[in-house]
């Protein structure tokens, strides 16, 4: 399938958008997380009519695939939906994971050189939890309801506050490195530059002792 270029967009804790991709077109998104974070993506997939100069909702067995990628390249979920539908993931290296989707529209060749217009919305933390659901089914009060939510957002705050020490020290360690390379490479130079003005001096030394100038 062609790849194009990764349509790379930083999405935050809740996102949601919409793009057009071609029949073997890949659109794929960053997204910055923090290590044991859930997320999750529903989307929905409508195929470009001519006759009606729109898009309309997807025929019945045509899908999209999305695959995920962590920070190592490791996939972590690769696997062709229907033309809407819901992934889940949970990240376990911090830093950016790729998402990508695209159609598996090589099965329809009627399809072939179409457009499909999909909604993508993404959430990520306590947002991919259902409030309304815990609270039946663990028949909370809502200042327990409340509560569990205050707990789930600080813990969240925690994973990214982690993951931002995680960054900071990485950052460090890389300027660190380049700092101590800018240093060992101006003292190259410092080193050639006299060595150089040193043989320079002898040459000419040598060049008026030989002329008999000197």
């Not at 062609?2 to 935050?12: T, V």
């Not at 660190?176 to 320079?200: D, F, H, I």
Request: glycine content about 6%.
């Amino acid at each position: 399938m062609k790849l194009s270029l990764c349509f790379l967009a930083y999405l935050h804790l809740s996102s949601a958008v919409y793009f057009h991709i071609g029949e073997k077109e890949k659109k794929c998104f960053i997204e910055e997380l923090p290590e044991d974070t859930m997320v999750t993506g529903k989307y929905k997939a409508q195929l470009w009519d001519k006759r009606s100069n729109n898009f309309l909702d997807s025929p019945p067995g045509m899908g999209m695939h999305v695959e995920v990628k962590d920070p190592n390249n490791k996939v972590l979920l690769s696997k062709t939906y229907g033309s809407e539908g819901a992934f889940t993931f949970t990240s376990h290296t911090p830093g950016e994971q790729q998402i990508c989707i695209h159609s598996n529209s090589t099965k329809w060749s009627l399809f072939a050189g179409g457009k499909i217009r999909v909604y993508l919305d993404i959430q990520v933390g306590e947002h991919t939890n259902d409030y309304g659901k815990i609270a039946e089914k663990d028949k909370l009060t809502e200042l327990q309801l409340r509560v569990r939510q205050l707990l789930d957002q600080v813990e969240q705050i925690q994973k990214e506050q982690n993951y931002q020490r995680v960054r900071e020290s990485r950052f460090r360690q890389t300027s660190e490195s380049t700092n101590s390379r800018v240093l060992w490479w101006s003292l190259a130079q410092t080193c050639v530059l006299v060595l150089a003005g040193v043989w320079q001096m002898r040459h000419l030394k040598g060049f008026f002792e030989a002329k008999k100038l000197v």
